[in-house]
């Protein structure tokens, strides 16, 4: 069964930085993109910066993230990560990853790992 598990959430004060990894495991499908999202309390899930698999990688981010967050990843550990620079409290939330396949409805999420920014 396919399996994506995040790590490297934790607790940073404003201003810090923190590297998430999403580690892909038995991917039975052609991936086309993964992604990182986040979830605050009380609001909805957002996308945070998405990756589409191609020669060269096409990389969109959101604008709450841009010059902050770089989405990259590793091939051969089958690893997407989160480098998070220059946190503050409204970071905060839960971050979670997915892939998608090129066919519609493939997909999976991970179970998502806590970011928790002190001012």
């Known amino acids: 069964q396919v399996q994506l598990v995040e790590s490297g959430g934790g607790l940073v004060q404003t201003g810090g930085s923190l590297r998430l990894f999403c580690s892909a495991f038995?991917?039975?499908?052609?991936?086309?993109?993964m992604g990182w999202y986040r979830q605050a309390p009380g609001k909805q899930r957002e996308v945070v910066a998405t990756l589409q698999f191609h020669v060269i990688d096409k990389i969109e981010y959101a604008d709450f993230v841009k010059g902050r967050f770089t989405i990259s990843r590793n091939n051969a550990k089958n690893t997407v990560y989160l480098q998070m620079a220059s946190l503050n409290p409204e970071d905060t939330a839960v971050y979670y990853c997915d892939a998608v396949g090129y066919l519609a409805g493939t997909g999976y999420w991970g179970q998502g790992t806590q970011v928790t920014v002190s001012s």
């Open positions: 038995r991917i039975d499908f052609p991936i086309y993109a």
